[in-house]
């Protein structure tokens, strides 16, 4: 079946740095790839829609200038935290939609971020 | 209200018990319904799908009701390895577009 490959699975930076994460469709062509934050003990939230060759499509209340999105290929999609804060500490997961009704969610493993 | 709204968790149960989980959409549109299980800081996992007709897996069973806008998944004989975060999940395709909206998790442990 279709896999999504996310990298890295765990940063550990200093507050002020960059941090970019990688989401990779393996076997299949993906035009769009969510993007969700996950807090401790919360749900999933949508950041914000990546498509490519347009821009992303934030949810309200999710700052583009501090969550960059480019979804430069078919088969790559990145977020990057720009100048990461403590409180940007938590699990980002990237996601595929299904290729058709009724077909499931394709998700990346997730990457844990920790800012100190 | 929310678009998509679970049972508030969590909830404990022992072993062998039977334990369901609601889950109500708001977007009577919505097209695709889907029970996924979340293990702490990893990705979700499709349980299973959900279609009109009611669904069974083995200890699972999903049902939907379009006419109350609600999913259900029952799990029968709890087993340890069942404790987890259940997430429901609705899909609405709209003019090309897709909104995929998840509902905010049940945790279920499974006690010895």
């Known amino acids: 079946g279709a896999v999504v490959s996310q990298h890295p699975s765990r940063v550990i930076c200093k507050s002020g740095t960059s941090v970019k994460i990688e989401c990779r469709s393996l076997d299949f062509q993906a035009t769009t790839m969510f993007w969700y934050r996950q807090f401790p003990k919360q749900s999933l939230m949508l950041m914000a829609t990546s498509n490519e060759g347009s821009k992303a499509t934030y949810e309200q209340g999710v700052e583009k200038d501090k969550f960059l999105i480019n979804h430069a290929s078919l088969t790559l999609s990145t977020l990057t935290v720009t100048s990461a804060h403590p409180e940007d500490s938590s699990f980002y997961i990237c996601?595929?939609?299904?290729?058709?009704?009724?077909?499931?969610?394709?998700f990346g493993s997730g990457t844990q971020l920790s800012v100190l | 209200r929310k678009e998509v709204e679970q049972d508030p968790g969590p909830f404990n149960v022992p072993e062998g018990a039977t334990v369901a989980f609601n889950c109500t959409y708001s977007n009577s549109a919505s097209q695709s319904f889907f029970w996924y299980r979340q293990d702490c800081r990893k990705e979700p996992k499709l349980l299973m799908s959900v279609y009109s007709s009611g669904n069974e897996d083995g200890r699972f069973t999903a049902q939907l009701n379009r006419a109350s806008q609600y999913i259900s998944l029952l799990i029968r004989d709890s087993k340890l390895s069942d404790s987890a975060t259940y997430l429901c999940?609705?899909?609405?395709?709209?003019?090309?577009?897709?909104?995929?909206?998840f509902g905010t998790g049940t945790k279920l442990q499974v006690i010895p």
């Open positions: 999940v609705v899909i609405l395709n709209s003019g090309g577009y897709q909104k995929v909206t």
């Open positions: 996601s595929a939609p299904p290729q058709a009704t009724n077909e499931k969610l394709f």
